[in-house]
């Protein structure tokens, strides 16, 4: 079965400093890659997409790489700040019948000032 | 602009009592439409999905239904909880005819099963 893993211990670093996140799958090959933040008490909100034919995708301090051979996913916030403090989960596309999203369990991001 | 609601937002229930928890959404026709269930460190799990009135589909056995009455209205049932119901509670839609299949989230319902 398709499986999903992200960090499950905690990523504290210093404000200014770049996160990086890292999603891997195993067992399918993914069209599209989502990245979701999840506040505590939240439902998820949409940050990014990324399609297997790109390699990188940015959007102000967010960048995501996607390596279909490797089959992972790294996710840098830079210039990080208090408030980029969050849940950041990973889905990638599954296409079995109908296309769905599956969603890691996500890494809790610390920011300090 | 879209908007997603679900309520209550917080419901605590006894072992062996009735679920109904409701989702509409707005600004939006013929969503496709999701409930998941996030227990507590853990990733979300699909329940079920819709992709159009009266078309539920199933993605995990367990004593939860879903019904889809009208097009922007999503809900979730159970005719007798068990503890094992308790965790947060989200539905989601995302916009017909996409492959990417982004998809927007309500605000959560948390259900605590005694």
């Known amino acids: 079965s398709q499986k999903i893993e992200q960090n499950s211990e905690a990523l504290n670093i210093q404000e200014g400093k770049t996160a990086t996140l890292t999603c891997n799958y195993t067992?399918?090959?993914?069209?599209?890659l989502q990245w979701y933040r999840q506040d505590p008490g939240r439902g998820p909100v949409f940050l990014l997409l990324i399609r297997e034919n790109e390699k990188e995708k940015r959007k102000e301090r967010l960048k995501v790489t996607f390596d279909t051979t490797l089959k992972q996913s790294l996710f840098h916030i830079t210039a990080s700040q208090p408030a980029d403090s969050a849940t950041y989960l990973c889905a990638p596309i599954f296409s079995g019948g109908y296309n769905k999203l599956i969603f890691g369990a996500g890494t809790r991001l610390a920011v300090h000032p | 602009s879209q908007t997603i609601h679900q309520w209550p937002a917080t419901l605590v229930q006894p072992v062996g009592s009735p679920l109904s928890l409701e989702c509409t959404v707005e600004g939006t026709s013929n969503p496709n439409l999701y409930w998941y269930r996030q227990a507590a460190g853990r990733g979300l799990q699909l329940l079920f999905y819709s992709v159009g009135i009266g078309q539920i589909s199933s993605e995990v056995p367990q004593n939860l239904s879903a019904s889809r009455p009208q097009d922007r209205q999503f809900i979730l049932s159970s005719k007798k909880l068990l503890l094992s119901d308790s965790g947060f509670y989200l539905c989601?839609?995302?916009?017909?005819?996409?492959?990417?299949?982004?998809?927007?989230f309500g605000p959560g319902t948390r259900l605590l099963v005694l």
């Open positions: 067992n399918y090959s993914p069209a599209y």
């Open positions: 989601a839609w995302s916009p017909v005819g996409r492959a990417d299949e982004t998809q927007y």
